[in-house]
């Protein structure tokens, strides 16, 4: 998923308003972050194979560090943990280390079963969502929408920026989500690992959406 991960991010908001946007997408995009640094490392690998899915000409056969059950519970415990070590927020260190987890949970969802349960474990799991183009937007499409609406409903702009800023990041997700479905496959390897970094550019993003808007629901302290 791509939006999908990002719908995550936004309801956590309500779960944990101390915590900023930016933090919370650092968490559920953490996988994806690690990822394109494995790629292009060659600790991890990929292969182009259009046709693979529906929605993705990518063949995962080789990324347990990143993408693996065990170690995915293993980074959102690093998450929380550092998290926690500097702002001393419990709960938003749990959200943030859930927010690590639920990416494993929704890339199970879509990916065939190529998603590893341990480094050496060849036991993978997958329901296939991508497998339809169809299904795979109409699902991810509807946990966009709703956490765009918990984001917006629970939040409100402090001034213009605040309005056009937050409504830019969803427009911009939706544009890059469209593109990765229905765009041509990457040239090459070392291409989706730098393309994959673009993701960063959401996390500065999120802090200065949050800088701009404010929590309706009372609880109004510093963000973190």
């Excluded at 280390?97 to 890339?107: E, N, P, T, Y």
């Excluded at 990765?180 to 959401?202: C, R, Y």
């Amino acid at each position: 998923m791509f939006v999908g991960h990002f719908a995550v991010a936004l309801a956590a908001k309500k779960a944990a308003p101390k915590v900023s946007l930016g933090t919370l997408v650092l968490s559920t995009q953490f996988l994806d972050l690690l990822w394109p640094l494995f790629l292009i490392t060659g600790v991890e690998h990929v292969r182009i194979d259009p046709g693979n899915t529906a929605i993705t000409p990518l063949d995962f056969y080789d990324y347990p560090i990143s993408h693996s059950l065990l170690t995915v519970i293993g980074w959102g415990a690093l998450v929380g943990t550092i998290y926690f070590a500097v702002r001393r927020y419990a709960r938003g260190a749990w959200i943030l280390a859930a927010g690590v987890v639920s990416h494993w949970i929704l890339d199970a969802i879509s990916h065939r079963p190529d998603m590893p349960l341990a480094p050496g474990l060849m036991k993978f799991v997958g329901l296939g969502l991508w497998n339809s183009v169809l299904a795979s937007v109409i699902v991810e499409g509807l946990l966009f929408l709703i956490g765009v609406c918990i984001y917006a409903r629970i939040t409100s702009a402090v001034d213009w920026k605040g309005r056009f800023a937050y409504w830019a990041f969803v427009g911009a997700l939706a544009f890059f989500w469209l593109v990765n479905i229905f765009g041509p496959p990457p040239p090459n390897v070392d291409a989706i690992g730098w393309v994959g970094l673009t993701i960063l550019i959401f996390v500065p993003r999120g802090y200065w959406i949050d800088e701009h808007r404010t929590v309706r629901t009372g609880n109004t302290s510093a963000q973190a």
